[in-house]
């Protein structure tokens, strides 16, 4: 069994920073994806940005240029820089992590941030 802890939101107001960090533990292959989504009521989760085990990311739009997904230098550890925070980056933030060529899925319990203007 995979477990994936998040930890690293809060409150901040619109321009600040956060950075989210998530923890791997368990059966874990070497070669998998991690990632974060974002969820806020009424609406699907969606995609914030992405990284393999071998470095590559990948990242949703609302993301680009101002995000950045890392795996840091802890096995299974992914974290999210989060820059130029907007009110509507409001949401629960998921971890989650998938063996590469499997369709196993793991997912965090969330971590809340809050954008204030």
Same mark, same amino acid.
């Given at each position: ?6 930890? &690293?939101?809060? !409150? ?14 368990? %059966? #874990?292959?070497? %070669? +998998? ?5 974002? /969820?806020?009521?009424?609406? /699907? @989760?969606?995609?914030?940005?992405? #990284?393999?085990? !071998?470095?590559?990311?990948?990242? &949703?739009?609302?993301?680009?240029? @101002?995000?950045? #997904?890392? @795996?840091? %230098?802890?096995? +299974? ?5 989060? +820059? %130029? ?16 060529? @499997? ?6 319990? &969330? ?5 204030? !203007?």
């Amino acid at each position: 069994q995979v477990q994936l802890v998040e930890s &690293g939101g809060g !409150s901040v107001q619109a321009g600040g920073s956060l950075r989210l960090s998530c923890a791997a533990s368990g %059966s #874990i292959f070497s %070669s +998998n994806l991690m990632a974060w989504y974002r /969820q806020t009521p009424g609406k /699907q @989760r969606e995609l914030v940005a992405s #990284i393999t085990s !071998s470095g590559m990311t990948m990242y &949703g739009d609302s993301a680009k240029g @101002r995000f950045i #997904i890392d @795996r840091g %230098s802890a096995k +299974n550890t992914v974290y999210l820089q989060m +820059n %130029s925070l907007k009110p509507e980056d409001t949401a629960v933030y998921y971890c989650y992590l998938r063996p590469i060529m @499997r369709t196993d899925t793991y997912w965090g319990q &969330g971590t809340q941030v809050t954008v204030s !203007s």
